[in-house]
Nanobody, 119 residues
């Protein structure tokens, strides 16, 4: 499973760093991502990082957000700087996990963490 933490309330221009930790019988984690969903909107991809460290970002966050991972600790983080009110959303982590029990790849979602940016 994935457990997210680190959301919160911040003023515009501020920073937050949500993190997500994977647990269970994991052989390997391939791509890890952050998504977000604002009220009335569809869930959208914010950033992705491969097991090798290659990253990709949505145009709206490129240059302000940085995704990183620790393959030993099985965690993924999202450093969010220069936050804007339009970044307000519930942020979800997502991972493609190869389970030790079956060596089958399954996709998991974290429970979501609220990020609110005030103007």
């Amino acid at each position: 499973q994935l457990q997210a933490s680190g959301g919160g309330l911040v003023q515009a221009g501020g920073s937050l760093r949500p993190s997500c930790a994977a647990s269970g019988s994991i052989f390997r984690i391939n791509a890890m991502s952050w998504y977000r969903q604002a009220p009335g909107n569809q869930r959208e991809l914010v950033a992705t990082i491969t097991i090798g460290g290659r990253t990709n970002y949505a145009d709206s966050v490129r240059g302000r957000f940085t995704i990183s991972r620790d393959n030993v600790k099985k965690t993924v983080s999202l450093q969010m700087n220069s936050l804007k009110p339009e970044d307000t959303a519930v942020y979800y982590c997502n991972a493609d996990v190869i389970l030790s029990s079956s060596y089958v790849t399954q996709n998991f979602w974290g429970q979501g963490t609220q990020v609110t940016v005030s103007s």
